[in-house]
């Protein structure tokens, strides 16, 4: 498993989305401060294969995926496997109790050449849009891991992504410590548990066994005695089956004549009860009667309805003779009309004399107004000249100290010819408050006069009004003595519209009566229908009971006389009725006979099942002899399934004592200081062997791995094959020597995977801050050895600067209050 592309968002410290791409990348390493995130992007790989992540203890513990303040987080990887790549999704929520489940997960394979930018342009790209759907459901998707990747949760944790520090404990262990890391990492755990299940089959086939013995003695009837029983017991019944159909037909003709006998009596019994039930009908005297009356009051009332419907059409006819009361309503309403508008007319023409007197009144007024104020205005003028005159003497009055008789005016430069007289400012007051008067007469007779015309205006268009109003009025007083001409006055109108509606109530009370009058008929024809259909009636009765009789013959009927009909009926009834009676003792007789026959017959059949050991049934000989047959060879049938049964559980009590046998055997081979010791034995011989050839790749030729009596040692061949303890290596030959395991370990797990493991990647998430710089060295060429081997992505979890330097392509994790972030760069 390789993968190319993670994305994050609302993972853990990842709360905004982030992408890591790997791409195209052999070496690399996850560096920055402690707490930055780096093993969280190593948590997001495993939590989007395997749901889960190895720091959280707890497989079912998801909601560490989520920070306290995210509702929503979304893991999506991009791996390679095989030659084939895949995308798979897992996301999960937060509900509102605060519970964190996995609402959604999907695996694709994606097609050959796909571009993984796209993911870039759309962020829900590869959610069931892009290849071939392998899953859609959490549950489907483990199993879809499972079979692409090739490695359980357990394996991968240890051959991919392999925890810090483990592998040196393993190098430096106790043998005992080293047992239970080998049972640990290795999963050898697994054959302790087959010895439990073995002792449980053991314990599973103990209680099996008594189960079938229980059940055995439930089966002490099935017995070769038995069996000899049952087939005697079917040899006598069948032999029963053989006499009674023997005798079956002896009863049958016994039956059969007993059965004629019997109908041949009830026959007569019929015929004789049928010949005593005819009754004439009481009523049928009186309905002849009956319906000649009806008829009779059906005929008068037909009559009454003809004269009612006379009478009605003849004064229908005189009402419409009498002329169009719609017309003559019409004229008197023009004659109301026409007195109402020659009224309004007299009092409009009163309202337009006095509007013409009020006028000329109005006219003169005016006039006068007008005069007065002309006069006003005049005086105004006159003021106004007055008090110009006497402001220019003031004016002069005030130059006459600088004035010179001869010399130019100061003013208007004019030569002055004489000197104006002083005291000419009181003129100009009483010029001014002449003028002040004056004003206040010429506003005041303005005014005045512009009222005086506003009511002139307004009697103008008054008698205007007045004027059309009246010759509206003598229009339609033109119009309504056209409508009225050659028409009656108002009086003979009202005298013909009373005689119209005297008729008019004549006519309604005559088609009152012609509705009385039909509905009195209506009722006699039903009467009379009522009575014709009683006599059909009867007539019904009569020839059902005389078609009941037609196989007796009885005399023809007088369909005029249903009485005498009746009476003829009843007479020949009783006389074929005395016959009958005389025939029934004969055959009475007859029928006990017939009786004898059958109880003789029944009583032989009786006697063949006592004589079987079985009960005489009620009825039915032969199938009660059939019954008997089939149960008797049923009860064989059981006989022969019970004694199988018991062979059967027999046999089955032998396998659950052997299975119970080779369990118990199974689970002391599986103890723990046999098999187990001998398994982690192979296990360790091979793992040396592996991780031996890969130290002598690691380290140039230099050291081979073995092992003695349970210690670990490496042979120096750059000092003639010199035999060291582990104990004795530098920081960074016991690195070596811990990848060296590691590597072999995880090669073994996956030859262990239930399916094809790919290992092409591996991540370590060591802790190198605390190697020298010699020892640091050391690793980073043991790491760089790795990489160019090209059989593996190989990744690195550090923040030593030092060695992240050496790596070709790292990627900066950093963390803010609000996120982690990554950034991708190379040398």
Excluded at 44 to 53: D, S
Excluded at 350 to 365: F, M, P, R, S, T
Aim: aromatic content about 4%; some cysteine.
């Amino acid at each position: 498993m390789r993968p190319l592309r993670l994305d994050l968002a609302g993972f853990t410290v990842f709360r905004e989305p982030t992408t890591v791409d790997f791409t195209d990348t052999d070496f690399f390493a996850l560096v920055g401060p402690t707490g930055a995130g780096k093993s969280t992007i190593l948590d997001a790989i495993c939590f989007a294969l395997y749901g889960t992540v190895p720091r959280w203890g707890n497989r079912t513990a998801i909601g560490n995926a989520l920070a306290p303040s995210v509702t929503e987080g979304r893991v999506r990887l991009v791996f390679e496997t095989a030659g084939a790549r895949y995308v798979l999704t897992r996301v999960v929520r937060r509900d509102g109790k605060g519970a964190v489940t996995t609402r959604q997960a999907g695996m694709e394979a994606l097609p050959r050449g796909f571009d993984l930018s796209r993911f870039d342009s759309d962020g829900n790209a590869g959610d069931g849009e892009l290849g071939d759907v392998l899953a859609g459901t959490p549950s489907e998707v483990d199993q879809a891991v499972a079979d692409v990747v090739g490695l359980p949760y357990e394996q991968f944790t240890k051959c991919v992504v392999l925890p810090q520090g483990e592998f040196a404990a393993f190098l430096h262990a106790k043998p005992a410590d080293r047992q239970k890391i080998l049972v640990n990492l290795l999963g050898l755990e697994i054959y302790g548990r087959v010895r439990e299940k073995a002792g449980a089959v053991a314990a599973e086939a103990d209680v099996k066994l008594k189960a079938v013995d229980g059940l055995l003695v439930s089966y002490a009837d099935a017995t070769e005695e038995a069996r000899q029983a049952s087939v005697t017991r079917v040899g006598n019944v069948r032999h029963l089956a053989v006499e009674v159909d023997r005798a079956l037909p002896q009863l049958a003709d016994a039956e059969r004549g007993a059965t004629e006998a019997r109908a041949a009596l009830e026959s007569l019994d019929t015929e004789i009860a049928r010949l005593a039930a005819v009754r004439k009908p009481g009523a049928v005297d009186g309905l002849t009667r009956t319906v000649v009356d009806a008829r009779a009051v059906a005929a008068e009332a037909s009559a009454a309805v003809t004269a009612a419907e006379e009478h009605e059409e003849k004064l229908r006819a005189e009402l419409a003779a009498a002329g169009d009361p719609a017309a003559q309503r019409r004229w008197l309403d023009a004659h109301a009309e026409r007195a109402k508008v020659e009224r309004e007319a007299k009092a409009l023409d009163k309202q337009l004399g006095a509007a013409a007197k009020e006028h000329a009144d109005a006219e003169g007024a005016v006039d006068a107004a007008r005069a007065a104020a002309t006069k006003a205005q005049q005086a105004l003028e006159e003021a106004r000249e007055a008090y110009q005159t006497a402001l220019a003497l003031d004016r002069a009055g005030e130059l006459r100290p600088h004035l010179r008789l001869g010399e130019p005016c100061p003013v208007c430069e004019q030569k002055v010819s004489a000197l104006p007289t002083a005291g000419a400012g009181h003129a100009a007051e009483a010029a001014k408050a002449a003028g002040v008067v004056a004003r206040k007469q010429a506003d005041t007779a303005a005014a005045l006069v512009e009222k005086r015309s506003a009511a002139l205006r307004d009697l103008d268009r008054a008698v205007a009004g007045a004027k059309a109003q009246s010759e509206a009025l003598a229009r339609r007083m033109s119009t309504l003595d056209s409508q009225l001409a050659g028409a009656p006055d108002a009086a003979a109108l009202k005298r013909s519209l009373a005689e119209l509606d005297a008729k008019r109530k004549a006519c309604d009370d005559a088609t009152t009566a012609v509705r009385r009058a039909r509905t009195a008929a209506r009722s006699a024809v039903s009467a009379a229908e009522a009575a014709d259909a009683a006599v059909r009636s009867a007539w019904r009765d009569f020839d059902t009971v005389r078609d009941g009789l037609a196989p007796f013959g009885p005399p023809p009927a007088d369909r005029d006389d249903l009485a005498g009909a009746w009476a003829a009926l009843g007479d020949w009834a009783v006389a074929e009725s005395d016959t009958r009676r005389a025939a029934r003792a004969t055959a009475a007789t007859a029928l006990d006979g017939a009786d004898a026959a059958v109880a003789a017959a029944r009583t032989a059949l009786v006697a063949l099942f006592e004589d079987a050991g079985l009960p005489a049934p009620a009825g039915d000989y032969a199938r009660a002899a059939a019954v008997a047959v089939e149960r008797a060879e049923a009860a064989q049938r059981r006989i022969e399934e019970r004694i199988a049964e018991a062979s059967k559980l027999r046999g089955d009590r032998a396998a659950h004592e052997k299975d119970a046998q080779v369990a118990r055997t199974l689970a002391t081979h599986l103890r723990a200081d046999r098999f187990e010791r001998w398994l982690l034995a192979e296990a360790l011989d091979a793992l040396v062997a592996g991780a031996s050839r890969i130290l002598r790749e690691l380290s140039g030729g230099q050291y081979d791995l073995g092992h003695q009596r349970g210690e670990f040692h490496v042979v120096d061949h750059h000092d003639a094959g010199l035999r060291r303890a582990v104990r004795t290596l530098s920081g960074g030959e016991t690195f070596q020597a811990s990848l060296a395991l590691a590597l072999a370990l995880s090669e073994q797990l996956a030859g262990m995977s239930a399916g094809t493991a790919s290992l092409e990647s591996i991540v370590l998430d060591e802790g190198f801050g605390t190697l020298d710089g010699a020892t640091l060295d050391t690793v980073a060429a043991t790491l760089e050895n790795l990489a160019a081997r090209g059989d593996r992505m190989v990744g690195v979890v550090t923040h030593v600067r030092a060695l992240a330097e050496r790596i070709p392509v790292r990627f900066e994790v950093s963390r803010d209050a609000r996120t982690a972030r990554v950034e991708r760069t190379a040398l």
